[in-house]
C-alpha cells in the first residue's frame, strides 16, 4: 500500500509533505516532527489532538463506547478474567499459559511486604494527612529502600521495578488508610489473592481473623480491573514524560499518582459521593434534576456521562451489575445509596439524560461500592492509583524498551516581552 502524504501549504508560497501513519484502529495520524525544519511547530492546548507516542497497549473508541486492552474487550476482562491476569497481559502483550500464570502471581506474592523501616516514614505525616499526599510520598521514597532495580536501561531492572510496584502498591494504600485511622498495619496474606489481600489489609485487626466476602472481593477485583488503564490519559503521559528523562520507575510512578489526585482527573468517584451528600435525600432529586438540566445553574451531576466516552461507558455495565450485587449482599441502610439508586433509575428513563446520553459511568458504580464497602471517600483515589499502576508501568517500560526513544520537551507559543535592556534598581 502506497503511503498516505498530507501537503500542508505554508506562508510565502512555500509547503511541506507529512507522512500520515496508520494504526491497526482509531484516527490517521499526520506526522509532523519535519515541520519544525520549515519554522514552524503546531499549537494544541491539551495535546487532544496530538499523538504523543506510539503505544500497542489500549485502545478507546469513545464514540463507539469500545475499551480495549491488548485488543482484548474490557468487558471480557471483567468478567472473566482476574487483575493479575491483566496485569500479565498489559505488561507482556499476550495472555499467560497457566505456567506462566502461576509463576507471575507467586512472584507477586512474594514481593508484597515492603522494607519494615517504611513504617517511620509514615510517623511523620500528620493524622489527617490525605491519603494520597502519604501514597505520593512513600512511593517516591522506594527508590531509597530499592536501589538494585533503578537503572533503568537494564531491562531485569525494570521488571523487578514492575513486580515491586505491582506487588507493593495495594499494602502501602492500606497503610495510607490504617495510619489515617490509628489502627495498626496489617502484613499482606499470601493465602488471598491480589483483592482478597488488600480487604485483608484495609479491614483485619490483629485481635481477630478477617474473613474475606467474596462477593465483595469479586467486586473489588472488577473496580481494579476496570481502571488498570485508560491510555494516554493525564497521569500516564505524566508517567512517560518523567520516565523520558531517564528517572527511576518510582519517582515516575509517584509523578503519576499526583496527577491523578487532581479533582479533575481521579477525583471523579470522591466528586460523585460529595454530590450525593449535597443532595442529602430521595425527596430533593426532583429539585437538583432540574438544576441539572438548567444551563444557566452551575450545578452539574457528578457519575453522568464521560469526558472520552460518548456513548455508554462500556465499563459501567459489569460495574453496574457488581454495585447491585454488592447492595443486594450487604443490605446497607445508608439513604445517599437510596439517591444514587433513584438517579440511576432516572438516568436510564428520561429523556433529557437518554438525548445528552449522560448514562451512569464507572465512576458512579465504583463510588457506591466502595462506600457501601465501607471505604472513605478519601481512599477512593488511592484505590485509583493502586489499580492503575500497572497500566502506568506498562507504558513506561513500553516507552523504555522501544528504540531510540526521546526526552519529552513539547513547544510553546511565546506570548511574553520581547527582547528589552535591563534596568538598574537605582535607574527605576
Not at 504523543?52 to 491488548?70: F, M, N, Q, W
Not at 538494585?148 to 531492572?157: C, E, G, I, M
Not at 497521569?235 to 531517564?246: C, D, E, I, K, Q
Not at 435525600?281 to 438540566?293: C, H, L, Q
Request: some cysteine.
Amino acid at each position: 500500500m502506497a503511503e498516505k502524504i498530507a501537503k500542508l501549504e505554508l506562508p510565502g508560497n512555500d509547503s511541506i509533505e507529512l507522512p500520515v501513519k496508520q494504526g491497526t484502529a482509531g484516527y490517521d495520524v499526520i506526522d509532523i516532527s519535519k515541520l519544525g525544519s520549515k519554522g514552524y511547530f503546531t499549537f494544541d492546548p491539551g495535546f487532544l489532538a496530538t499523538a504523543s507516542c506510539e503505544s500497542a497497549i489500549t485502545y478507546i473508541d469513545g464514540d463507539k463506547g469500545i475499551l480495549l486492552h491488548r485488543g482484548y474487550p474490557i468487558d471480557q476482562l471483567a468478567v472473566d478474567s482476574s487483575y493479575l491476569d491483566l496485569c500479565y497481559l498489559l505488561l507482556y502483550g499476550e495472555l499467560p499459559s497457566k505456567a506462566q500464570y502461576d509463576k507471575f502471581v507467586s512472584t507477586v506474592r512474594n514481593h508484597t511486604m515492603v522494607h519494615q523501616q517504611v513504617e517511620f516514614f509514615f510517623r511523620g505525616f500528620r493524622r489527617d494527612a490525605h491519603p494520597m499526599a502519604m501514597l505520593c510520598g512513600v512511593t517516591g521514597a522506594l527508590a531509597s529502600f530499592y536501589q538494585d532495580s533503578l537503572d533503568v536501561a537494564d531491562p531485569k531492572h525494570r521488571e523487578i521495578a514492575a513486580f515491586r510496584l505491582v506487588s507493593k502498591m495495594p499494602t502501602l494504600a492500606a497503610m495510607c488508610y490504617k495510619y489515617s485511622v490509628g489502627q495498626p498495619f496489617q502484613y499482606p496474606r499470601n493465602d488471598l489473592n491480589y483483592a482478597g489481600n488488600f480487604l485483608s489489609m484495609m479491614f483485619g485487626v490483629p485481635c481477630e481473623p478477617y474473613v474475606v466476602n467474596p462477593i465483595i472481593e469479586r467486586a473489588m477485583e472488577r473496580i481494579f480491573i476496570l481502571h488498570a488503564d485508560h491510555e494516554q490519559n493525564a497521569s500516564t503521559s505524566t508517567v512517560r514524560l518523567a520516565g523520558s528523562s531517564g528517572a527511576n520507575p518510582f519517582a515516575c510512578i509517584a509523578a503519576g499518582i499526583a496527577s491523578l489526585w487532581g479533582p479533575a482527573h481521579g477525583g471523579a468517584n470522591e466528586a460523585c459521593l460529595k454530590m450525593l451528600e449535597e443532595i442529602g435525600s430521595v425527596d430533593r432529586i426532583p429539585e437538583y434534576i432540574e438544576k441539572a438540566k438548567d444551563k444557566n445553574d452551575p450545578f452539574r451531576l457528578m457519575g453522568f456521562g464521560h469526558r472520552v466516552y460518548k456513548n455508554f461507558d462500556p465499563r459501567a455495565k459489569v460495574m453496574r451489575e457488581t454495585c447491585h450485587e454488592v447492595l443486594s449482599e450487604l443490605k446497607v441502610d445508608d439513604p445517599l445509596l437510596d439517591v444514587a439508586m433513584e438517579l440511576e433509575r432516572i438516568a436510564l428513563e428520561d429523556e433529557y439524560f437518554i438525548s445528552k446520553k449522560l448514562y451512569p459511568n464507572v465512576d458512579f458504580y465504583s463510588g457506591i461500592i466502595m462506600k457501601a464497602i465501607g471505604i472513605p471517600t478519601s481512599m477512593f483515589t488511592v484505590i485509583f492509583a493502586l489499580s492503575r499502576t500497572v497500566g502506568w508501568i506498562a507504558h513506561w517500560k513500553e516507552m523504555l524498551d522501544q528504540p531510540g526513544h526521546k526526552i519529552s520537551r513539547p513547544r510553546q507559543l511565546y506570548t511574553g516581552e520581547a527582547e528589552r535592556n535591563f534596568v538598574k534598581l537605582q535607574d527605576r
